[in-house]
């Protein structure tokens, strides 16, 4: 057809010119992108769409009716050239639907005129959208522009041109698969002091699970990480990091929605420890629980990454309602059974937090050695009951129902330490058990001269408070009975003076 505007050879560049600005741009691209491989697009494994949108520049007679193609660049390989659709008249665009192997997002292109007319073509700018067709360029997973504002010949140079601006695909994160249920399970041992003669109800409190603060994630499908009732999981940012910035909001999503559903059924999971224990016993209670994970396969909606995301499917719940336990000393009948150590490490303080474990090794279990209920190795040998003289738990005072006075009883609570950390709330059956039916204060001046003031016991100066209760139970002299415990420790050993001198006055 005839050309309705001729363009006037003041409006262009010389030939001679332009190709040097050609040769420019083709340097430009090797020094800011790098050259794109002439790898055949056809290695790639799968086929995509794409639209190229051709914008004629608002120039007089920048139409063309000359064919023009184009060669598309990608970070994996290039296409074939492909003829641009349509007449190409002044501002309009030119829309040109290719379907090629994946060649990836697009980096550079290439634009020669085929009919060796010399109509050239005044190009404003070309964007390729990826992954799109060219009537619903919308929903476009990414694309890539191409400003040109320049002459195109219709019979000349092949025109080449890097991108000026990329918009990575978008990538979604989308659920894949079955889910899973994979309980995982969690042992907690909790303990408690029976100070006192009569069974008491010890740890009475409530264990709750009601918070999760984030997503548990696998960067592998095959794999889970972590676990535990507290849980704590890999931040959002962190996994969306490993997929670009355009996870971010579909990742986002994901984690509110996981964290939702795994605090609604925490919410529901709650366990009390209340254990009644006997009098004079240190007692041990272990607890297995089922964490009921559910599994997740997330994919990209590129296809090319997947990862598990695990959250709580139910409630956490134990395995056994009523848990097991050991008492120290363990009596069976009228004996005892002697506890290995063997079994404290590995059945039960192997469970305990660190700090705890050792706190345990060192102010206890020397006592309990000393008095032949926990043994190295296996353990399990027996003999015959002993006096209940753990040291938490004093004995009882030769008259325990006889009444105390007030002037005993007034010096105790709030006003002496019973411990080296300060603590001076006592239980009122251990005020009971020291002051027994003692007219005045004496015991609790031998309580304190013996906690801190520097009596030897046989291994050191600091005591275990329920010895020094034993000791100055219900004493009417105070002096009487630190000096017999001095006199008889040498010779008979901390426990057997205890329990010789604490029958005097």
Do not use: H
Request: aromatic content about 10%.
């Amino acid at each position: 057809m005839m050309k309705r505007d001729a363009k006037p050879e003041t409006g262009k560049m010389s030939r001679s010119w332009r190709g040097c600005l050609m040769a420019g741009l083709l340097l430009a691209g090797a020094a800011t992108t790098g050259l794109v491989s002439a790898t055949d697009g056809a290695q790639a494994q799968s086929i995509v769409n794409y639209c190229v949108m051709a914008k004629t520049g608002d120039v007089t007679r920048g139409g063309t009716d000359n064919t023009f193609d184009i060669t598309l660049y990608g970070r994996t390989g290039k296409s074939r050239p492909y003829r641009l659709q349509g007449d190409s008249e002044r501002n309009e665009y030119e829309p040109t639907p290719i379907a090629t192997s994946d060649i990836g997002v697009i980096t550079r292109i290439a634009i020669d005129g085929t009919s060796g007319l010399a109509d050239d073509w005044y190009v404003a700018f070309v964007r390729v959208y990826r992954d799109a067709t060219c009537d619903n360029v919308t929903v476009a997973d990414g694309w890539s522009e191409f400003i040109i504002n320049d002459w195109v010949e219709g019979g000349g140079d092949v025109k080449y041109a890097n991108a000026t601006k990329i918009v990575e695909p978008r990538v979604e994160l989308l659920p894949s698969g079955e889910v899973s249920y994979n309980p995982e399970y969690l042992t907690i041992v909790n303990y408690a002091d029976v100070r006192g003669p009569t069974q008491q109800t010890v740890m009475n409190f409530q264990e709750t699970w009601s918070t999760v603060k984030e997503v548990q994630v696998s960067k592998e499908d095959v794999q889970s990480v972590g676990m535990g009732a507290s849980v704590t999981w890999e931040s959002p940012e962190t996994v969306a990091g490993t997929f670009g910035a355009e996870v971010s909001t579909s990742w986002e999503n994901i984690v509110a929605k996981a964290r939702s559903e795994s605090t609604q059924n925490m919410s529901e999971s709650t366990y009390d420890w209340s254990y009644t224990a006997p009098g004079n016993t240190f007692v041990f209670r272990k607890t297995t629980f089922e964490v009921p994970y559910r599994d997740e396969l997330i994919k990209a909606s590129d296809g090319s990454r997947q990862f598990l995301v695990r959250k709580i499917g139910g409630r956490i719940t134990p395995v056994s309602n009523a848990g097991s336990f050991l008492e120290i000393p363990l009596r069976r009948g009228e004996e005892i059974i002697q506890v290995g150590t063997q079994e404290l490490e590995t059945e039960w303080f192997a469970y305990l937090r660190q700090q705890d474990a050792n706190q345990l090794r060192t102010s206890y279990l020397p006592y309990w050695k000393s008095q032949g209920w926990v043994v190295e190795g296996a353990g399990g040998g027996r003999f015959g009951v002993v006096a209940p003289a753990a040291p938490s738990a004093p004995a009882a005072p030769a008259q325990p129902n006889a009444p105390m006075t007030a002037a005993c009883r007034d010096s105790v609570d709030g006003k002496v330490a019973y411990d080296y950390n300060g603590n001076n709330v006592w239980n009122p059956a251990n005020i009971d058990a020291l002051c027994g039916a003692s007219p005045n204060v004496e015991p609790v001046t031998c309580f304190q001269q013996v906690m801190f003031g520097g009596v030897d016991w046989g291994g050191g100066t600091q005591w275990a408070w329920a010895n020094a209760l034993n000791l100055c139970a219900g004493t009417s002299n105070a002096a009487g009975r630190v000096n017999c415990f001095k006199q008889n420790v040498g010779a008979q050993g901390w426990a057997e003076a205890i329990n010789n001198c604490s029958r005097q006055p």
